[in-house]
């Protein structure tokens, strides 16, 4: 089937954003290889002597590679691919070896953390679906789940059967290190009491008590069983799963288990609570409460770890299932905070996660916000700050529905931080920088793309810096340096070329709006001297800027209409001129150029083709639908040849 035509025009000036762009792409390749040649052992593991005292420690050390993966994808190099494989097998040798893993898998621990660690394996899995080795331990991965017989999940009941689970089963509590729950645990104070409703203790310092803290572990022991909201997140592993091939076993796991979750949330009004007990009753283990779980509303974060796990259980229920409806999961619970906002400053606020929004809002935290409450006790709604942005705006980028982007425009003009400002921080999630790109989506803040890349350009810079200068011991080193670390930046790359927000951290599946495919070397991502600008996200419009930054070279890029297949393209206007002369004579001062023109062109499949002579641009306006295949994992393959006619069709 020929390819529809795409008018292309050529550049008279060149924008600063697609240098920017490609200029990121080549400080990335530097980087990451100096991080691996300073950090990392021959086989691929990380340099650490130290030990694991508990259940904590293993997404740590995936987390410094997550978004290896994603970086080819994009576009960057085959190395980086090669090396993030590496880098996976080495780490997961290490802590095998160290006693964290069971047939390459953790051995247990809340699905907070685990959807940490877990984002790693699911960018490699999307990046090279070939890939047989990934794609058995991703079928492996799944069945801990799915199948019964492994402890992790009661059909009877359709629960996960603890907080901690994994390779071994349901293990019990919550490790060794919270067997007395003491006061002087400083880091964990600003999150108060991890159970509010035992007798004698009704503040942090009644854990100085001896007796008091060996209770407050006793019962954090004891209490953590059953089911807990964040385990939505395990649904993830299920859907990396089938989107080798579609097994209908997995996504009716998913399906069932986010229905059982929302059946809850039914019962509760619409919000879902944070706790099942191992009987299958909600707050049986609380007195009837549908708060206090672990990891739930009350203790430690609440709305985003809760939030998290919802969102992502809803959208996964979306993917599989083809219904928006489990969202409603995510709109009713930022509904509620919202209905119980306040305004006032992070800066007089004595919220529990204070000390980051203080670091990344600078003069901005004493400015009034809308604030709304994180958690939720015996004395209702607490620890007010502004709304996590990550859930709002992947609600609304999954639905593209226009309620959806009403609430989160309402959230957006609450932040304290002007919308057009490009705030110069990285934290180890890599996002942050939601409001100032959905602004220039909104057409509000034209000016982003340059500003951001050159943000991202200064992020790996400073991480270049910090590698240069900070050379810790392997044997005392703290296991979060490596995230602080990471010179690869994809958050900036990642909405600017395929219209996409940052992963959801806690386990999100590496979705995007557009992916690309080199047509000439059949591998994915941008070609070489290409770069990419999704301009707008409007329903099922998507605007869309190509640049060939090559002098001499024709690129062809194939766009397609989203990662795994789950929409196609209906057609694509491009915008070109007729009747001007380029590059016309070398004695005028300028080419002349012709009326604009545009094209309006079926495509009615999942791909399209664009040919970009060189320095020349496509401008496009596409329009999408939703697929009628089932969505898989992919990897591009390489296009015959150009023939001569494309060639001169794809220049004015």
Partial sequence: MPQPFVRTVPMREIPAWAVLERRLFDEIEVAWRRFAELYCEP?????YTGGFPDRDGVDDFYEPFFNWPTFHALGGSDEILDAAKHHWEGVTRQLTEAGMLTDEYENGYDWF???ESLIF??????ADPGDERFAERARRFAALYTDPARGNYDPARNMITAPHTGALGPLEGTGPQWQAYRAEQREMRAYGLPLEHLPGIERWEDLEDPANADAMGQAMQRLAAGD??????????????????GDPASRDWILRYVDGWRERAAANGGMIPDNVAPDGTVGGLHDGRWYGGHYGWTWPHGLPSVGMGALIGGINAAFVGGDDAALDLTRVMLDTVLDHAITASVEETPMSLRGGWLSRLGADASKPALLVPHR?????????GPMPLDLPT???WTSREPGDWDRLRRVMAGYPEASVDVKPFRDKAEAGHELPWLAFLAGE????????????????????ALMETEHPDPATVHIHFWQRVNPVVTEILGQLITGTPQVL????????????????RGRPGLPRDVAALVSRLDGDRIDLTLVNLAPTATRRVVVRASRFGEQDLAEATSFGEEGGEYPGSSVWYTSRPGEPVAETVAVDAPELVVELPPSHRADLVLTTVASRREPRHRRGTALPAATHESKEHSHV
């Fill in 445 to 464: 803040n034209p000016d982003y793309p340059a500003r951001a890349l050159s943000m991202a350009l200064g992020q790996v810079a400073r991480r270049m």
């Fill in 43 to 47: 086989d691929g593991r990380i340099r």
């Fill in 376 to 384: 939720f006790g015996r004395h209702g709604w607490f620890d007010y």
């Fill in 121 to 126: 394996f699911y960018a490699l899995c999307a």
């Fill in 394 to 396: 992947w609600l609304w």
């Fill in 113 to 115: 953390h685990q959807g």
């Fill in 505 to 520: 951290y806690n386990g999100g599946l590496p979705f995007q709006a557009l992916a690309y495919e080199d047509a000439d």
């Fill in 228 to 245: 807990v909201a964040v385990n939505l997140a395990a649904t993830s592993l299920v859907a990396n799963r089938w989107l080798y091939d």
